[in-house]
């Protein structure tokens, strides 16, 4: 059962339960939850494997008993016949059908919120087909190995006890052994291969340091994911679906969506648990299609108030109608003049300029326009209800706690970066007394409104030892970073960075 799920994932992209029963519970966790999870497991990556390994062993702690029981079944219903006669096959059979089928019934039902998942690109509909015969296919396999080998092993249908079977039991039991070795070998296989491809290797990936870059390259964007292996995208199969309450429902192939006139827009992402200073956030120059040019033909009916967007691996989140229609609220298929990136949402994801990563929805399959007040699979978790970036800035150069050797007289040049989404920055400030005075730091790279700015200061030491570097910024409506340190649960982190160094002659 195991193997058939393994190959159905590997092949085709159908998610497998050891997926969608974290996709199920994620959400329902509280942020308080959810964080003392990844703590207590170290990690995002940790909790997932926690989550498969989990699933997996789940998997055995049904099945493994369900095969006792259908053993003792078969078994009883044998010992009350006449030797010779009928066998307890047809109760056997009944059991195993009943069981493999209210089993199915109990994970479609228990999953039912995540089963339009389909790693190779599926729309929700679909998907859902896709997911509900994989299982299917995958419990049917393993009743039918369950009966297969049981009557091998034990010897046509009748209880071994009184009738001689053709073969010898030694040579049985080395069939049944080899096929299952076999099998073993084939799962750990296709294990292996579903390893490499995890996301392990790269999510969590931060852009950050002295080397910082006005465009981000493509392979050193920082990565957010909540899956345990990306979806692999056949574009063939992919759709972007207009949904929910609108006159005229839509599906776009991908070819329709590079056919539509594009714009290419620089805008920066940024996590909602990005740390004051830290690396969860990252430019790109990214180019597609307007979302308001997909919205419009499917003519949304009135008191449409926001739209409930999902994606390939069962993502979803919202944007409110009237972000989702201005001009800078993007569908895009091209990150920095090459086609998008597998693990930033090929073959399309959503640009929402200023909305926190989590509202760029990648792999994105359907845009459902609704009238409640739908939650994402974050938002459910409490986080928000703003999910509008607040104004940030950082230290790219020096990094806290560096010891700096600087001669009589000369110059330090401190580096690094401010943001504040879609309101622009406007200038730049650094302190190097501890937030005591400030002055106006230089802006180097200054792109769109809605990206990140690049500033520098030359910063003369007087006197050797340690300082307190501190840098705000100014938006583009005059407003300035607020000094308030706060968490980023639930709504992003505020507060300066600060920063200590040493300066030493
Ligand atoms: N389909 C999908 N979209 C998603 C996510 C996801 O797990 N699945 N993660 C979100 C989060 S939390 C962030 S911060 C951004 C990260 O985008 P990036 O990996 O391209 O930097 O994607 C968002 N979009
Ligand atoms: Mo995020």
């Not at 050193?220 to 979806?231: C, E, G, T």
């Not at 920095?336 to 792999?363: D, I, S, T």
Request: charged share 15%; aromatic share 10%.
């Amino acid at each position: 059962m195991t193997m058939a799920m393994l190959a159905l994932r590997y092949g085709l992209g159908v998610a497998t339960p050891a997926e969608l029963v974290g996709d199920r519970l994620a959400p329902t966790l509280t942020i308080q939850e959810f964080f003392e999870l990844l703590s207590r497991y170290g990690g995002y990556n940790e909790l997932k494997q926690v989550g498969v390994t989990g699933v997996l062993a789940g998997q055995l702690a049904v099945g493994v008993p369900g095969g006792v029981l259908y053993a003792f079944i078969v078994r009883r219903r044998a010992r009350m016949r006449e030797p010779g006669g009928h066998s307890g096959g047809r109760q056997g059979l009944l059991f195993i059908v009943s069981f493999v089928g209210v089993l199915w019934l109990a994970t479609l039902i228990a999953l039912w919120s995540v089963l339009g998942t389909h790693y190779g690109g599926l729309p929700p509909g679909k998907a859902k087909l896709a997911t509900s015969l994989g299982l299917l296919i995958s419990y049917a396999t393993y009743g039918l190995v369950l009966v297969w080998a049981h009557r091998t092993f034990m010897g046509s249908h009748t209880a071994q006890m009184t009738v001689p079977a053709a073969h010898p039991i030694g040579r049985r039991a080395a069939l049944v052994g080899g096929l299952g070795a076999i099998a073993a070998i084939l799962t750990g296989d296709l294990m292996r291969r579903l390893y490499d491809m995890a996301t392990f290797s790269y999510d969590g990936l931060r852009y950050k340091g002295p080397d910082i870059q006005p465009i981000t390259p493509n392979d050193r964007f920082y990565v957010v994911s909540k899956n345990v292996i990306d979806p692999r995208i056949n574009p063939t199969l992919w759709r972007l679906e207009v949904t929910g309450l609108v006159e005229r429902p839509q599906a776009y192939r991908f070819e329709d969506l590079v056919a539509m006139p594009s714009v290419t827009q620089e805008t920066t992402l940024e996590c909602i648990s990005n740390e004051i200073g830290d690396g969860l956030m990252s430019n790109a120059l990214w180019k597609g299609v307007p979302m308001r040019q997909l919205l419009e033909p499917a003519a949304p009916r009135s008191g449409v108030t926001e739209i409930l967007l999902h994606a390939a691996d069962g993502y979803t989140d919202t944007i409110p109608l009237e972000k989702a229609m201005d001009p800078t609220t993007l569908v895009v298929y091209e990150m920095n003049g090459e086609p998008l990136p597998e693990r930033h949402g090929y073959p399309a994801r959503v640009v929402a300029p200023g909305l926190f990563g989590k509202n760029n929805v990648k792999w994105v399959t359907r845009i459902e326009l609704v009238n409640t007040d739908a939650k994402g699979f974050y938002e459910q978790q409490g986080w928000g209800p703003s999910f509008v970036v607040p104004t940030t800035s950082r230290f790219d150069d020096p990094a806290h706690g560096q010891t700096l050797h600087v001669s009589e007289g000369t110059a330090v040049l401190l580096k690094g970066i401010a943001y504040a989404g879609a309101r622009g920055v406007n200038g730049v400030e650094v302190s190097i007394d501890n937030a005591q005075t400030w002055r106006t730091a230089h802006i180097d790279y200054k792109g769109a409104p809605m990206a990140w700015v690049l500033w520098s200061y030359e910063w003369r030491p007087t006197q050797p030892g340690a300082s307190v570097l501190v840098v705000r910024a100014t938006d583009g409506t005059g407003t300035l970073q607020t000094a308030m340190d706060r968490s980023f649960a639930p709504e992003g982190a505020t507060g300066y960075h600060y920063i200590t160094v040493r300066v030493e002659a």
